[in-house]
């Protein structure tokens, strides 16, 4: 389905302030103990460079009536010193990740290291400018945040809709396949007993949680946290 930009827009300057509570560093104290996985290293892109970055998204541009894309300047690698070459990083701008543009999901750290950012920075989806718009709104940069890589391809992943503090189970995602499957069925009680946990605990407002488990027995993890909007 075609992005209806001025319109999503639009709903991303009014939940401005909830869309940047999602990315990691915002989370509350504590919650980011219950996550898949915390950054190998997080760099900052400060307010200006975040928007030269949004303005590779063509709609983007339109929208701010910029005439060129504008350069992005040379990111600190600060913090990266001791990730090795050859491990596999996953990639998050704020609350977005790479995963929908296909090539751009997981990279290695020398690989990303040698080319530099701006390869990855330019290839900014319509939809990421939209989201990180919120950002933009509110005068505030962004983290580039390097995951450590972590194969679900044997996990079960579920999204589970808050709403006024009551967890109803969405969507649940089944990687392995189903001869796998067998015996290892997965409580919808328990995914949701977890997720109302999690909301009461960390005082979490109507959002989406998107979690995951490698199976009977194993913790539930947060994948990410995506607000109502």
């Known amino acids: 389905m ?35 996985a915390r950054p190998l290293a997080s760099l900052w892109i400060a307010p200006r460079d975040l928007e030269a970055v949004l303005s590779h998204s ?16 040379h990111l600190p690698r ?10 596999s990083l996953f990639l998050k701008l704020g609350p977005c990740s790479w995963h929908e543009r296909w090539g751009l999901g997981v990279v290695s750290w020398g690989t990303l290291a040698a080319h530099g950012f ?11 400018a939209v989201i990180l718009h919120a950002f933009v709104t509110r005068g505030e940069g962004a983290y580039l945040h390097l995951f450590p890589f972590i194969d679900l391809s044997a996990a079960r992943e579920y999204r589970v809709l808050v709403r006024n503090g009551v967890a109803r189970l969405q969507h ?30 960390y005082r979490l407002k ?24």
């Open 58 to 73: 063509p709609p983007y541009r339109r929208f701010r009536g910029w005439s060129a894309e504008r350069d992005i300047t």
């Open 206 to 229: 109507d959002c989406l949680l998107d979690l995951a488990s490698t199976g009977r027995g194993q913790e539930i993890r947060i994948i990410e946290i995506n607000p109502v909007v």
């Open 78 to 87: 600060v913090g990266t010193e001791t990730i090795d070459g050859d491990r």
């Open 172 to 201: 649940v995602k089944h990687h392995e396949q189903p001869a796998d499957a067998v015996g290892r069925p997965e409580s919808g009680s328990r995914i949701v007993e977890t997720a109302h946990w999690l909301v009461s605990t």
């Open 2 to 36: 075609r992005l209806d930009f001025a319109a999503a827009i639009q709903r991303i300057e009014a939940c401005a302030d909830r869309v940047i509570e999602t990315s990691i560093e915002n989370w509350p104290e504590g919650l980011a103990d219950h996550a898949l």
């Open 118 to 128: 701006d390869t990855v920075l330019r290839n900014v989806t319509d939809r990421m």
